[in-house]
């Protein structure tokens, strides 16, 4: 079965620290994406990052980056130097079937709450 | 600016009785999605569209139901059905793409809690 497992249920870190919100996936496809993306107060899930199964290349985007490891099924996100408003709710997802067994789904994690305090 | 539309933003019922949340989006999207969250169970999928007057069930499909006559348009009805409406609900869109690699994008969510 496809599943997604975000074990830190919450985080509290003080500001200016890095933290890295850890993400564990199983799939039995050989082709998928993994996302991750924010949950502010507000509600609305706004979307960081897609990445494509071949391509194992860390990524960095300003304070964020990712580590996808394909031999831990892990995609693991680092934030250095948080800020206040980084505390949102972040979540992992992973897509379901590929090509013509693409179903347009994703199967999200748990959630991460992470609270970044002054 | 384009994007999704819920409303209501809240929303109060009675046991018993059939709500109505409404998902209206302007990306020109083909495929939508219904999503339940509840606290510490992540987002769980309820009904998906990839194209008009068609849809399919997700993973809690149970106590609600859903219709797709325009291509902007997928209200999502919570039946009297449904033993445990209390949630947030967010709908989202995408285009629809062979490959899996859809970026699903968000409306702000309906909190729907029942008295």
């Known amino acids: 079965a496809q599943k997604v497992t975000q074990a830190q249920t919450e985080i509290s870190v003080v500001e200016k620290k890095d933290v890295t919100l850890d993400c564990v996936y199983e799939?039995?496809?050989?082709?998928?994406?993994l996302f991750w993306y924010k949950q502010p107060p507000s509600g609305e899930l706004v979307f960081l990052i897609r990445r494509n199964s071949f391509d194992e290349q860390n990524e960095i985007s300003g304070r964020y980056s990712w580590n996808f490891q394909k031999s831990t099924s892990s995609f693991n996100f680092t934030i250095t130097a948080s800020q206040v408003v980084d505390s949102a709710v972040y979540f992992c997802?992973?897509?379901?079937?590929?090509?013509?067994?693409?179903?347009?789904?994703?199967?999200f994690g748990q959630g991460t709450t992470l609270q970044v305090k002054p | 600016d384009g994007g999704i539309t819920q409303s209501p933003k809240y929303l109060f019922r009675k046991e018993g009785q059939n709500v109505t949340l409404s998902c209206e989006q302007n990306?020109?999207?083909?495929?939508m999605y219904w999503y339940r969250q509840d606290p510490g169970q992540g987002l769980r999928l309820i009904y998906y569209?990839?194209?008009?007057?068609?849809?399919q069930k997700g993973d809690i499909a149970e106590g609600y139901s859903v219709s797709r006559e325009k291509k902007e348009s997928f209200p999502l009805t919570v039946t009297s059905a449904q033993k445990n409406p209390t949630a947030f609900y967010l709908c989202?869109?995408?285009?629809?793409?062979?490959?899996?690699?859809?970026?699903?994008?968000f409306g702000a969510g309906s909190r729907l809690t029942v008295l």
């Open positions: 569209s990839q194209i008009v007057n068609d849809f």
């Open positions: 989202a869109s995408s285009e629809v793409s062979g490959s899996g690699a859809n970026v699903l994008t």
């Open positions: 997802a992973l897509s379901e079937g590929y090509g013509s067994s693409n179903t347009g789904k994703l199967i």
């Open positions: 990306l020109n999207h083909d495929a």
């Open positions: 799939t039995r496809d050989t082709t998928y994406y």
